[in-house]
T-cell receptor
Framework: NAGVTQTPKFQVLKTGQSMTLQCAQD?????MYWYRQDPGMGLRLIYY???????DKGEVPNGYNVSRLNKREFSLRLESAAPSQTSVYFC?????????????FGAGTRLSVL | AQSVAQPEDQVNVAEGNPLTVKCTYS??????LFWYVQYPNRGLQFLLK??????LVKGSYGFEAEFNKSQTSFHLKKPSALVSDSALYFC????????????FGAGTRLFVKA
């Protein structure tokens, strides 16, 4: 079972470059999420999609955009990368919204912005 | 605002000894509480959750957690630690206050010595 698949696993960007992080889930989940993980800060929600066709801002949305392409796929775009966006990015999905539902995570994308 | 605190950055325990990883939370109304584990270079994996009912929740890999409403705590425990339990552990909470969005703690690194 693939679960949640993220690509790429690693990426190095120069300041000002753009890139898209891809995420796909095969569990027929309605809700999908993008988090960033920084040392000592846990996971912070960037954007989420409660269901296909909807997206909402999370705790730290500035500098990011998202697209819920279909029920399976949820991409995260950095239009003009900044060193402050150096982080590990995780995509997750859940059967329905947050609250009582378990979230399933991908393996992460390690991004360095120079 | 809802919040979750993991007061220890690191917990060290000898193999075979009991372990406790602490978590306290603040949320309006009844909380939904979770523990996740992260192994190196992997995404988070669900361990257990408390929604309602019995205050002692049993989860994967022999872990359990006790919900204590009066102390607003949800400590993770295991009677006998294994070296393979060494990982980063995250407590998470959601509730009415935050619109049922999930908030993650900063994480506690567990080292189990052989």
């Amino acid at each position: 079972n693939a679960g949640v698949t993220q690509t790429p696993k690693f990426q190095v960007l120069k300041t000002g470059q753009s890139m898209t992080l891809q995420c796909a889930q095969d569990m027929n989940h309605n809700s999908m999420y993008w988090y960033r993980q920084d040392p000592g800060m846990g996971l912070r929600l960037i954007y989420y999609s409660a269901s296909e066709g909807t997206t909402d801002k999370g705790e730290v949305p500035n500098g990011y955009n998202v697209s819920r392409l279909n029920k399976r796929e949820f991409s995260l775009r950095l239009e003009s990368a900044a060193p402050s966006q150096t982080s590990v990015y995780f995509c997750a999905s859940s059967e329905a919204g947050q609250g009582r539902n378990i979230q399933y995570f991908g393996a992460g994308t390690r991004l360095s912005v120079l | 605002a809802q919040s979750v605190a993991q007061p220890e950055d690191q917990v060290n325990v000898a193999e075979g000894n009991p372990l406790t990883v602490k978590c306290t939370y603040s949320v309006s109304g009844n909380p939904y509480l979770f523990w996740y584990v992260q192994y190196p270079n992997r995404g988070l994996q669900f361990l257990l959750k408390y929604i309602t009912g019995d205050n002692l929740v049993k989860g994967s890999y022999g872990f359990e957690a006790e919900f204590n409403k009066s102390q607003t705590s949800f400590h993770l425990k295991k009677p006998s630690a294994l070296v393979s339990d060494s990982a980063l552990y995250f407590c998470a909470v959601s509730g009415h206050t935050g619109g049922f969005k999930t908030i993650f703690g900063a994480g506690t690194r567990l080292f189990v010595k052989a």
